[in-house]
């Protein structure tokens, strides 16, 4: 019970958290709903950044996949949301079984540059080959489509917001697992140094093809819920110069920790809005305060979080610790 | 239809002439500095605003690509002082996080100044002439000798002359040419603004032939990193042969049809990477030098 409530407690907070706030502020549940959306697709990369050391700048083709699938489903096959998002992490899944033996075997840039380019071809793929099933730029509308679905109707906002809360608290508690489990470790480990985890007997390859079928996954799963929130679906979603949000939400929450994604994702966006609203683009906004995260925050939003808070602690016990010396020192007089 | 292929192949000469002076400074930087250049592009883009603006108010071309390379070379200036110093010696993630940062404040820049839309340049001079039956505007083959006149010069500095070869040496061992007592910090920063000083070169003479726009460095620089994947990171002469090939790639394939245009060049940079990684002139787990 104590175990399990270790790895369940921070998520059920975070959750309960995002649905006070989205109570208290009922105007802006956009807001949390696409923080708590963006949020999954931003562990997604965290798996792989922070946990692995892997850059990749084509996160959004990942994005694609699970939003295309969904919404292909919703468009030509079926009328079921549950299964449309099932057909979406089925998608996740071929690919990152399919693509992993070939990717993860590269070095870090190749890597990173490989998913450009694939982001790039999937872009082309829904623009033009495919442009029988997905309709080019136009995108796909499929919402009259769409049946309702008993207990939650997914075709209401106010129910997707409640549907997004309880998956962003299950992959929440899949990822507090995974940062305390043997996997994180030789995960952290494959970071540190390739060679001495091949040294201890871990098969590298492996792992590195499960944490890549992770992210797909996860990633598509985001996806399928953007599909289900808005819709309707573009190329836009997958295009290239999108990849910058996904490194630029990782770093600035924090890479390789449980809460770093998604308070990066809070930061993230709540800039993003509030940038906005002054200026057209946020680029330059976001391009100055990576740098300044980069060489002064290490860490990001949640590591600076932590570090205070270990401040704090520490402080606390040498205060305790003269207190109890104090009282120690009087008794044996 | 021979003379469309011909002219196909004409166009690729120029895209690749385009391609090779953008690409140095990445595969320069890969070399010598050990960091990723992702923010080579933003110089080219500075290079191309210039000369459209200048053109537009001035009317004179040639004021353009001068200004445009000496903005862009002040600006590789500023950008390596003041803060890629910080970076060298870091991992390699690092270094392609923080540069893609310089590449989004650029863009940031740039669409602050000059707004969202993409624009025209007017071309500097519209003579045409007709080689064995296909028609070439002129301007198209001069940029293509300009930078294969800019590929001799390079290779002269860095055989002829002894600042050419500290570089060459500071590509295969950094540490013993500062052993040597050569300031290699100095080397660094003259070697960056050279070829920042060629990007914005790049940009200025592409933008009478594709216009500017705000998010043009975004498509060139993908472009350019399957140049330099493709010809061997750190390697001049398979850059140029890289580039030789990939505008061939782009422009006879987009002749036979249309999109491989832009898909092209990924498909043969998914080939390279997955099977040849070190790239044409590449060895693997060395820095390798200009010649052979």
Not at chain 2, 123 to 143: E, N, T
């Amino acid at each position: 019970m104590n175990q399990l409530s270790r790895y369940v407690r921070g998520p059920l907070i975070l959750v309960a958290l995002l649905v006070i706030m989205r109570y208290l502020f009922p105007n802006k549940m956009t807001f949390f709903w696409e923080v708590s959306t963006f949020g999954i697709y931003i562990i997604a990369n965290d798996i792989l950044y922070g946990y692995m050391g892997m850059v990749s700048f084509g996160q959004p083709f990942y994005l694609g996949v699970g939003a295309y699938a969904a919404a292909i489903y919703l468009a030509h096959i079926g009328h079921n949301i549950f299964i449309a998002i099932s057909f979406a992490i089925l998608a996740g899944l071929v690919t990152g079984l399919i693509l992993g033996p070939a990717y993860i075997r590269l070095r870090g840039d190749y890597y990173a540059l490989i998913n450009a380019a694939t982001c790039a071809m999937g872009l082309f793929m829904v623009e033009k080959v495919l442009y029988s099933i997905t309709n080019g730029d136009d995108g796909l509308w499929y919402r009259s489509s769409m049946q309702p679905t008993p207990l939650l109707n997914l075709k209401m906002p106010g129910d997707v917001f409640w549907f997004t809360m309880i998956i962003l608290g299950l992959v929440m508690i899949f990822y507090t697992w995974l940062d305390r489990s043997t996997l994180g470790a030789a995960f952290r480990g494959m970071k540190a140094s390739e060679n001495k985890m091949k040294f201890l007997g871990y098969d590298t390859f492996k792992l590195r093809w499960l944490g890549y079928t992770m992210m797909c996954v996860l990633a598509a799963l985001s996806g399928s819920l953007y599909a289900i929130n808005y819709g309707f679906v573009n190329p836009s979603i997958t295009e290239p110069a999108r990849s910058a949000e996904v490194l630029v939400a990782t770093l600035l929450g924090g890479p390789g920790s449980v809460y770093g994604p998604f308070f990066g994702t809070v930061a993230f966006i709540g800039i993003k809005d509030f940038v906005s609203a002054i200026m057209t683009r946020w680029e330059l906004a976001v391009g100055i305060l990576t740098i300044i995260v980069c060489f002064y925050f290490e860490g990001g939003v949640w590591g600076t979080i932590q570090k205070i808070g270990y401040k704090i602690k520490a402080r606390a016990t040498k205060t305790d610790r003269a207190v109890s010396g104090e009282t120690a020192g009087s008794s044996k007089s | 239809m021979f003379d469309l292929y011909l002219s196909a192949v004409i166009f690729g000469l120029t895209i690749s002439g385009i391609l090779f002076l953008v690409s140095i400074g990445i595969s320069i930087g890969f070399g010598l500095m050990r960091i990723i250049n992702m923010e080579q592009m933003v110089y080219y883009t500075f290079g191309a605003y210039l000369t459209f603006a200048l053109v537009a108010g001035t009317g004179s071309f040639l004021l353009g690509l001068i200004c445009g390379t000496l903005v862009a070379a002040i600006a590789g200036f500023l950008v390596e002082t003041q803060l890629l110093r910080r970076v060298y010696g870091k991992e390699l993630m690092f270094t392609m996080v923080v540069t893609f940062s310089v590449f989004m404040i650029g863009i940031g820049l740039v669409q602050y100044i000059f707004g969202l839309a993409s624009k025209p340049v007017g071309m500097p001079f519209r003579v045409i002439v007709s080689i064995m039956g296909a028609q070439v505007p002129l301007y198209r083959l001069m940029v293509f000798v300009i930078s294969m006149s800019v590929y001799v010069l390079i290779w002269m500095f860095l055989n002829k002359t002894i600042f050419g070869k500290a570089i060459r040496a500071g590509i295969e061992n950094p540490d013993q040419v500062q052993g040597l007592g050569i300031n290699i910090r100095k080397i660094f920063t003259i070697t960056f603004v050279v070829a920042s000083g060629l990007a914005g070169f790049g940009g200025a003479l592409n933008a009478p032939l594709v216009g500017v726009a705000p998010y043009m460095g975004f498509d060139m620089l993908l472009f350019a990193f399957i140049t330099v994947i493709l010809g061997g990171l750190g390697s001049i002469k398979g850059t140029l042969v890289s580039a030789l090939i990939m505008g061939q790639v782009m422009s006879v394939g987009g002749t036979i049809y249309g999109p491989l245009a832009f898909v092209g060049p990924f498909m043969v940079m998914f080939v390279v990477i997955l099977f040849r990684p070190t790239g044409l002139y590449g060895v693997k787990g060395r820095a390798f030098g200009f010649e052979e």
